[in-house]
């Protein structure tokens, strides 16, 4: 990177929060996706919009590339830099500006740690309740990027349904508000347009997110299956009823054990071929005979046990294995690929069948601990890197895992984002037509294409639209 | 030329996709996503002016255009799937129709729009009119899992999907849903649905407006967790006072529960509706917005909902109000100048309330457009996004006015 920009960013900001010696960036060539990794050409830590501003009209004028990095928690490699890019950290932009627990509304800057926000608003008996597994690391600001989910999406929606209101600060260092605290858009669906853009329409500088009440009766129920069919089938038969559990997790017997073998023991049955986690919320008395309805279900079809749990303490030992599921693989091999699909609800007996089926073919280890409510799969795969032809097998499944979803009529990313991970598997769901209309999309919002380059959109596979006519 | 455009429109589509509208406007009625597509592209290439219709219910065919292409036989419900609680329809379908296809497999759409029982799907999702149950189940966006959509250049874009979770590329359904047809012309949804509910139960009260709005915030403060909070006023409501009514829709257990504690909550006296009035009562609310040519939308919370209605009394008139008394819509339906609307839209924007023109016959839409008051470099996004959309600016909708 060249030395007249590196100064001009600790003008900005102080060169303290100016990274750019190869030791310092060693921090920074990866996110939470082993297979790729890159060093920065320099690392800036704004502690204010205004610093965000200033260095992003720098970087217009200089012409130069740039990604912003929340805590380097995503599994798609988006928040991954090339030499010739400035990475924009946004981990010291953590104040929650505002709880307003009558409106029901945060006001954060986006390197608030999630888990802080809920923490935050828990005194007014409120919760933000997108919760991916990394929330005690993961960054909101990150979260709107990638659109993150969660177990408890299944009711409650993703990171799009709660985020209300953004400023951002585009690339050519304009500042926009999108959307608006009070829930409708002034105009165009500008803020659902943003959310889950991966970095590549602006930064988001603060974020106006909706708060919910906590409910007042939750119940955590764990079954466990024989086989992972009847499992599959029991999620199916859970919401044709028509109750909506906050979450609905399955774990298959090699996540089980994992967990199991690991110091994060929970007290699962080891011998299971799947575990379900079912929880119910709302009103005390409705929550009492869902449960009813829920374990009759579940014995219906071939629980053998059911625990239960209604105390704080009780659910957060049953949630406890799900929860450190991924802390436990890591433990198996040195790296895991940790795969996200998605797939029709109807199809997941299947589904699993198939990756079973793909895991001997290629002699993997593979464990899957999923959203099944949402049909969204994480098959991860334990792995060790430096093994050319255990990789070579690893990136193989991989890919016949995410055809089979898409084949299913699902799709290749359910809440961790393309990334530079899965745009090669972009064009499996999207004809030339539509990925040119997300670089219009892209285009309207960073014409220079130099918020986080190459990532989401395989340009070469977009059909050429027309040139645009002058201004309206 | 209108002989022209019709000759080429039957050339194209054939003698069943094209008739005349009462005025004598050629109207193209494409049957499918890529009949409509080549429609679109027809008219972009001979620079022909495009009015988007529906069945006509809900905005007036009045839009100035060498043609109309109506969505009214693309009215197919073309999949649906209970065991995933999601189904593809086709834009045209009227409201009713689907919501009996869906409970014929046990399954519900939890959106309960303004406007008549045959208006078309695709009218609710582009201009994105959420009605009462948006309390508890959402705006619009959150109903719509994916879209496939002609741009004004013909192009046929299909973004979303149709799995309840999904982030494969950037979320492009959501510049079509309350788009009001800028971005292109809706063919066909996936619709995320859910179980058709055991329980559907209305309490309403009435009143004051004052004694209903504070008791909606005693309802909310203690978490009840009712599908719809709605005030309703005397005209909408037909009754001489207002009206708040609370919908409880979900399992037995569920809705019994929540009645019951709705009832300690507050002093108000809840009368539950007849379960053989409740569809007849939000029918008439749901028709109630057509009860005068402009019908408007404004964005506030629980707290700012009676400032706002006084807002709509002082500048315009009490009349059809339904407002959301937590969800933070009110919906206004009624008659004024344009001038007054101006100011009002300016007036709420200084309270940071976005006002948006849901329905309003052409002049007005043209002069006020359906939005308004935009921060600032938000119209440059837009009309980048539009030039994206409608190259040849062919879709005639008016989404900002002129001054």
Redesign the interface.
């Known amino acids: 990177m060249r030395p007249e920009l590196i100064d001009a960013l600790g003008h900005i900001v102080g060169p303290r929060w100016v990274r750019h010696r190869r030791a310092e960036l060693a921090t920074y060539t990866m996110d939470g996706l082993p297979t790729r990794e890159s060093f920065p050409g320099v690392v800036v830590m704004p502690g204010s919009s205004a610093e965000v501003r200033a260095i992003v009209r720098l970087l217009h004028l200089t012409a130069t590339p740039f990604v912003a990095r929340g805590a380097g928690t995503g599994l798609s490699g988006g928040a991954v830099a090339d030499p010739d890019s400035v990475l924009v950290a946004l981990t010291r932009m953590n104040r929650i500006l505002e709880v307003d627990p009558v409106r029901r509304r945060a006001t954060l800057q986006p390197g608030v740690v999630n888990a802080r926000l809920s923490e935050a608003a828990l005194p007014h008996g409120l919760q933000y309740v997108p919760d991916p597994s990394s929330q005690a690391a993961c960054t909101v600001g990150g979260n709107v990027a990638e659109n993150a989910g969660g177990p408890h999406c299944l009711k409650y929606g993703v990171t799009t349904n709660h985020v209300v209101e953004l400023e951002v600060v585009l690339p050519d260092a304009s500042v926009v508000r999108l959307g608006s605290s009070q829930g409708e858009p002034w105009g165009p669906d500008l803020v659902g347009l943003f959310v889950g853009s991966e970095g590549m329409f602006g930064i988001a500088t603060e974020i106006v997110v909706r708060l919910e009440p906590i409910p007042p009766s939750v119940r955590t129920m764990l079954a466990d299956f024989s086989t992972v069919r009847s499992a599959s089938e029991a999620v199916s038969a859970i919401i044709r009823t028509g109750i909506v559990p906050a979450a609905l997790e399955m774990m298959d017997r090699a996540c089980v054990q994992a967990v199991e073998a690991s110091i994060y023991a929970a007290g699962y049955p080891t011998d299971a071929a799947a575990v379900l986690l079912v929880e119910v919320d709302g009103d005390p008395d409705a929550v009492e005979a869902e449960s009813r309805t829920v374990i009759e279900i579940l014995r219906e079809r071939g629980a053998r046990e059911v625990r239960s749990a209604s105390t704080p303490a009780d659910r957060a030992r049953l949630w406890q294995g799900r929860k450190k599921a991924f802390g436990a693989m890591g433990r198996i091999a040195p790296d895991l690929a940790v795969q996200d699909a998605v797939v029709p609800r109807s199809a997941l007996p299947d589904i699993m069948d198939r990756i079973e089926e793909i895991r001997r073919r290629h002699r993997l280890s593979i464990s899957n601990v999923f959203h099944a409510g949402d049909g969204n799969l994480h098959p991860n795969i334990s792995f060790d890197r430096r093994d050319a032809d255990l990789a070579g097998r690893v990136q193989l499944a991989c890919r016949e895992i995410m055809a089979a979803c898409v084949n299913a009529g699902g799709s290749i990313t359910g809440e961790h984002g393309v990334g530079s991970d899965k745009i090669d598997y972009m064009p499996l769901i999207f004809d030339p037509d539509t990925l040119a209309a997300m670089r219009a999309v892209r285009l309207a919002f960073d014409p220079e294409e130099r918020a986080n380059p190459g990532k989401v959109v395989p340009v070469h596979a977009c059909r050429e639209w027309r040139a645009t006519p002058a201004a309206r | 030329m209108s002989d022209v455009v019709f000759g080429r429109l039957r050339a194209l589509l054939g003698t069943g996709g094209v008739d005349r509208d009462s005025a004598g406007l050629p109207r193209a009625t494409p049957d499918s996503a890529d009949a409509l597509s080549l429609v679109c592209r027809l008219a972009h290439d001979e620079g022909w002016k495009i009015r988007v219709e529906g069945h006509g219910t809900w905005l007036p065919a009045d839009a100035p255009a060498d043609l109309a292409v109506s969505t009214r036989a693309l009215d197919r419900v073309l999949s649906v ?6 189904a593809t329809v086709q834009a045209g379908t009227p409201l009713e129709a689907l919501r009996r296809r869906l409970a014929d497999d ?1 399954m519900w759409l939890g959106l309960d729009p303004p406007g008549r029982p045959e208006r078309s799907l695709g009218s609710v999702v582009a201009t ?1 009119t959420a009605g009462p149950l948006r309390h508890g189940f ?2 619009v ?2 109903h719509v899992l994916g879209c496939t959509v002609a ?1 004004g ?1 013909g ?5 979303g ?15 079509q ?3 009001f047809g ?2 292109g012309i809706i063919a066909e949804v996936h619709l995320r649905l ?5 329980a559907d139960v209305t309490v309403i009260a009435r009143g004051p407006r004052d004694d209903l709005t504070s008791a909606a915030r005693d309802v909310l403060a203690a ?1 009840l ?1 009712p599908a719809t909070l709605e005030l309703l006023s005397p005209a909408l409501a037909a009754e001489p006072d207002w009206t708040l009514a609370a919908r409880f829709v ?5 809705v ?3 009645v ?2 709705l009832s300690v909550v507050g002093d108000l006296a809840w009368q539950p509706l007849p379960a053989d009035r409740t569809a007849a009562f939000w029918g008439l609310v749901a028709r109630g917005s057509l009860g005068g040519p402009i019908t408007l ?8 909902v009676d400032e706002t209605i006084d807002l709509l009394a002082h500048d315009l008139d009490e009349g059809l109000v339904s407002a959301g008394a937590g ?3 009110i919906r206004w339906t009624g008659d004024a100048q344009v001038e007054r609307l101006r100011t009002l839209r300016r007036l709420a924007a200084s309270r ?3 006002m ?1 023109l849901e329905r309003a016959p052409w002049a007005l839409r043209r002069a006020l457009g359906h ?1 308004g ?6 119209g440059q ?9 409608d ?3 062919s879709l005639s909708v008016a ?1 900002e006015g002129v001054e």
């Open positions: 799937s209970p065991a995933d609680l999601v046990g994105g959402g705006p966006r959150d741009t250049d192009r046929l874009v299909r973004a999907g149709r799995v309840v979770k999904n982030v494969a590329g950037y979320d492009l359904t959501k510049l849903v309350g788009g800028g971005f859910r179980a058709l509910p055991r978490q967790l979900g399992t037995d257990a569920a019994q529960a929540e019951r504690r939308r404004l964005g506030v919370l629980g707290d700012g969800s933070g819509m940071e309330i976005p948006t939005f008051a935009y921060r600032e470099g938000v996004l837009v009309g980048r996004l539009r030039d994206s959309f190259p040849g600016h989404l």
